[in-house]
T-cell receptor, first 111, second 110 residues
Framework: GQQLNQSPQSMFIQEGEDVSMNCTSS?????WLWYKQDPGEGPVLLIA?????ELTSNGRLTAQFGITRKDSFLNISASIPSDVGIYFC???????????FGKGITLSVRP | NAGVTQTPKFQVLKTGQSMTLQCAQD?????MSWYRQDPGMGLRLIHY???????DQGEVPNGYNVSRSTTEDFPLRLLSAAPSQTSVYFC?????????FGQGTRLTVV
């Protein structure tokens, strides 16, 4: 199946720092989604991107749909302890709604 | 605003037992799906449905059955539980692309 690559598996940052994550694919995606999963909860949608080059913000979060349509980036500015969690990228390869997920990046924020 | 509701939240099964994980959504979404989440593996699609009466296999369907008799409900059945099915299971629903997830069922098979 289609693969979405996220690395590294874990990131450790200091409170107040900015952090950037990316997601890449060998195939073109028409939509990119970024989810966050808090411990013990289901993933929650943070940002959805529908157009190549699109840059969208949600509070301290900013995500971009890469021009090549094979990558996307999520930036978190001025991190706080509640940013801790697993961040997944996802997208539907092709026209159907079947989502493919990356393996996720676990973010830890040191106070 | 219930969204996607999964029951139970936790379950322990003995090897060979069967059980059904329940999933219900109140958003009138056509598309529903089941994922399992294992450490380092991300979310892997088990089965999905594009509407009532229609189901299809995902990436890891073996050992699981689904049915979709109504738009609202999409139960996942484990026919004969195995330790390899120890995992956290998530149900999701969507109308277009953006999926909404339940809170998960943590299943342990001993």
């Amino acid at each position: 199946g289609q693969q979405l690559n996220q690395s590294p598996q874990s990131m450790f940052i200091q409170e107040g720092e900015d952090v950037s994550m990316n997601c890449t694919s060998s195939s073109i995606f028409n939509t990119w989604l970024w989810y966050k999963q808090d411990p013990g909860e289901g993933p929650v949608l943070l940002i959805a991107l529908y157009k190549a080059g699109e840059l969208t913000s949600n509070g301290r979060l900013t995500a971009q749909f890469g021009i090549t349509r094979k990558d996307s980036f999520l930036n978190i500015s001025a991190s706080i302890p509640s940013d801790v969690g697993i961040y997944f990228c996802a997208g539907p390869p092709g026209a159907n709604s079947k989502l493919t997920f990356g393996k996720g990046i676990t973010l830890s924020v040191r106070p | 605003n219930a969204g996607v509701t999964q029951t139970p939240k936790f379950q322990v099964l003995k090897t060979g037992q069967s059980m059904t994980l329940q999933c219900a959504q109140d958003m009138n979404h056509e598309y529903m799906s089941w994922y399992r989440q294992d450490p380092g593996m991300g979310l892997r699609l088990i089965h999905y449905s594009v509407g009532a009466g229609i189901t299809d296999q995902g990436e890891v369907p073996n050992g699981y059955n689904v049915s979709r008799s109504t738009t609202e409900d999409f139960p996942l059945r484990l026919l004969s539980a195995a330790p390899s099915q120890t995992s956290v299971y998530f149900c999701a629903s969507s109308q277009n692309t953006e999926a909404f997830f339940g809170q998960g069922t943590r299943l342990t098979v001993v």
